[in-house]
């Protein structure tokens, strides 16, 4: 069993930055990929990006790519999301998952991740 509590959210204006906390603990945390999923009213969730367990290598959505990124510490068992550049079409509640047995052409798929957390508001105002 993992559980995932995210932190960080909240409200920023436009252009600004929001660094994004997801502690996990439970089962091991190295042993899984981590990612971060968004859902904003009226649209579906979607991803956002995902770490590999190595933490070598991250996978980004097109309209996050150059602006977000991705990280994790194992010392501390927590995956951070970096925010910049933050446009009003971010907002939307952020969602951490943790995915025990992807592969590449799943990652982008909630349904294939093992463990959720809660989700944080992030808003940002124009």
Same mark, same amino acid.
């Given at each position: 069993?993992?559980?995932?509590?995210?932190?960080?959210?909240?409200?920023?204006?436009?252009?600004?930055?929001? &660094?994004?906390?997801?502690?996990?603990?439970?089962?091991?945390?190295?042993?899984?990929?981590?990612?971060?999923?968004?859902?904003?009213?009226?649209?579906?969730?979607?991803?956002?990006?995902?770490? &590999?367990?190595?933490?070598?290598?991250?996978?980004?959505?097109?309209?996050?790519?150059?602006?977000?990124?991705?990280?994790?510490?194992?010392?501390?068992?927590?995956?951070?999301?970096?925010?910049?550049?933050?446009?009003?079409?971010?907002?939307?509640?952020?969602?951490?998952?943790?995915?025990?047995?992807?592969?590449?052409?799943?990652? &982008?798929?909630?349904?294939?991740?093992?463990?959720?957390?809660?989700?944080?508001?992030?808003?940002?105002?124009?």
């Amino acid at each position: 069993q993992v559980q995932l509590v995210e932190s960080g959210g909240g409200l920023v204006q436009a252009g600004g930055s929001l &660094r994004l906390s997801c502690a996990a603990s439970g089962r091991t945390f190295n042993s899984g990929a981590m990612g971060w999923f968004r859902h904003a009213p009226g649209e579906e969730r979607k991803f956002v990006a995902v770490i &590999r367990r190595s933490g070598d290598h991250a996978y980004y959505a097109d309209s996050v790519k150059g602006r977000f990124t991705i990280s994790r510490d194992g010392a501390k068992n927590t995956v951070y999301l970096q925010m910049n550049s933050l446009k009003p079409e971010d907002t939307a509640v952020y969602y951490c998952a943790a995915g025990f047995s992807l592969i590449l052409s799943s990652i &982008r798929t909630p349904s294939q991740y093992d463990h959720w957390g809660q989700g944080t508001q992030v808003t940002v105002s124009s």
